[in-house]
């Protein structure tokens, strides 16, 4: 099964030395240091809602801006969009890959340092979402190719750790940018961020590398756990979502499709943008919502670290729930228990109690559905970058979307109706796309009727044959 992966030179590739897989120090210290770098591509992206709602309010020429939304959504956007043609350059020049890696990091101090300057919306639209999110690609893709090539049969609980890392950093940076923002604003806040940066990227990027020689990543993967196998053709005797050999162990090779023939590529596509579209508008409007029920900024910005604190725990253990019994469950639970915590939770929300309740709940089930990218496109190298790019579109309209949204709904005084009146449209909304998601475990649940089927038929022949002999 390949992997999204780097590669050098196809016939030097036998003689050079390669590294364990799925275990060993060298693996498992490959994946800290990526972890590490999600803190500051990934991670600081959705502690963004926090920056917004300071912006917003605080006297000055962003107050009252609703275009300071598009700088969170247009950074993740980039920083997910890009991914494909960031790995498709490292695939064909992967001495370079190192040199993306630093490139990315230095761009996001300069964007960081511009931002703390800028005095017009469009300047920190500029700064701190384009700039920061393309340099948030240059090291977030190849560490997704690094994780893929190290990790096959452990990938989701790699990848549930990798994205925890991006939970955890909010988690803990939201109140600290809250105080920040109070007491020494934006620009002292930002430059503060800067060294952090730099400090962070010292600490890891040094120790990123391949299995292959420790530079380079390779494009051969060695084993794989069938049931990440979503977008492969069945193999007769293999139930792919449960991960069980039917037939004694005895296979076929596989018959792989090309997944633009598929229609669970078309679904899962359709799948990951649902999701998407409204996955981040809870921690990007939260901090507004509470203060419009009377709740200060500082407890609405430990909403935020409620719902990252709680996506740090759950996403390893659904990442290794995906690896044991397959995406069907884990998914069908995450996606409808996301729904009904978003419709009731925070439609009938009038305490503060009730939203770190909501925020509980939605990070534990929303949260999870990163580590499914895995489970969906692991077989094909090309669908995972897709999927990333799927993603980051989604971000993108998914801001445009949230705003329009919210808009429709300004000029409606708080009340203690649904929603506090105001924001019962943005509710709706993430509720109804939440549910939608849902639809990928029609794809899922059909997959695995046809590989019990197939199985059954293996069985049959496999008898049929030791009869005859």
């Not at 190192?98 to 996001?108: E, K, Q």
């Not at 925890?164 to 940076?173: G, R």
């Not at 596509?269 to 203060?291: K, R």
């Not at 909501?358 to 990070?363: A, F, R």
Request: hydrophobic share 45%; aromatic share 12%; charged share 10%.
């Amino acid at each position: 099964m390949p992997a999204c992966s780097l590669t050098n030179n196809r016939k030097s590739t036998a003689s050079m030395r390669m590294d364990s897989q799925d275990h060993g120090r060298a693996a498992w210290t490959v994946l800290a240091a990526v972890s590490i770098t999600n803190i500051f591509t990934y991670g600081f992206t959705a502690t963004f809602g926090v920056f917004r709602d300071h912006y917003y309010r605080m006297p000055g020429p962003f107050k009252g801006s609703q275009e300071v939304i598009y700088v969170g959504t247009i950074s993740l956007g980039l920083i997910q969009g890009l991914t494909p043609f960031i790995i498709y350059i490292c695939n064909k020049r992967p001495q370079h890959a190192s040199l993306i890696l630093w490139l990315g990091s230095i761009l996001m101090v300069a964007s960081t340092i511009g931002a703390a300057f800028a005095a017009t919306p469009l300047q920190l639209v500029f700064t701190l979402g384009m700039v920061y999110g393309i340099g948030g690609s240059c090291v977030f893709a190849p560490c997704i190719a690094y994780i893929d090539d190290w990790f096959s049969k452990r990938r989701a609980l790699a990848n549930g750790i990798f994205f925890s890392l991006s939970s955890l950093a909010p988690a803990c940076m939201s109140p600290i940018f809250s105080k920040t923002l109070e007491r020494f604003g934006p620009r002292s806040t930002l430059f503060g961020w800067a060294i952090a940066i730099t400090a962070l990227s010292l600490l890891s990027l040094p120790f990123v590398r391949g299995r292959r020689d420790g530079h380079h990543i390779s494009y051969k993967a060695e084993s794989s756990n069938p049931s990440e196998h979503v977008l492969e053709a069945p193999e007769p005797g293999v139930d792919h979502l449960n991960g069980e050999t039917i037939d004694g162990g005895r296979s076929r090779p596989s018959q792989t499709i090309a997944f633009w023939k598929q229609p669970l590529f078309y679904l899962f596509t359709f799948t990951t943008g649902i999701q998407c579209l409204g996955y981040f508008l809870p921690a990007l409007y939260m901090p507004s919502f509470a203060s419009d029920l009377g709740i200060s900024t500082t407890l609405g910005s430990l909403l935020i670290t409620f719902f990252q604190l709680v996506c740090v725990i759950s996403q390893p253990l659904y990442g290794t729930m995906v690896d044991r019994i397959g995406p069907l469950i884990p998914l069908f639970v995450s996606t409808m228990l996301a729904s009904i915590a978003i419709l009731t939770l925070w439609g009938f929300a009038h305490s503060y109690g009730m939203l770190v309740a909501l925020m509980i709940l939605y990070g534990a089930s929303a949260g999870t559905f990163v580590v499914f990218r895995s489970s969906f496109a692991t077989h094909i190298s090309l669908v995972s970058g897709i999927l990333m790019a799927i993603r980051g579109v989604a971000v993108v309209v998914s801001g445009l979307a949230g705003r329009a949204v919210v808009q429709a709904g300004q000029d409606v005084p708080v009340g203690k109706g649904y929603g506090a009146d105001r924001w019962k449209n943005l509710i709706i909304f993430v509720g109804v796309t939440m549910a939608a998601t849902g639809l990928g475990c029609v794809g899922l649940l059909d997959r695995s009727r046809s590989s019990e089927a197939e199985a059954e038929v293996g069985v049959v022949a496999e008898e049929s044959s030791e009869l005859k002999n």
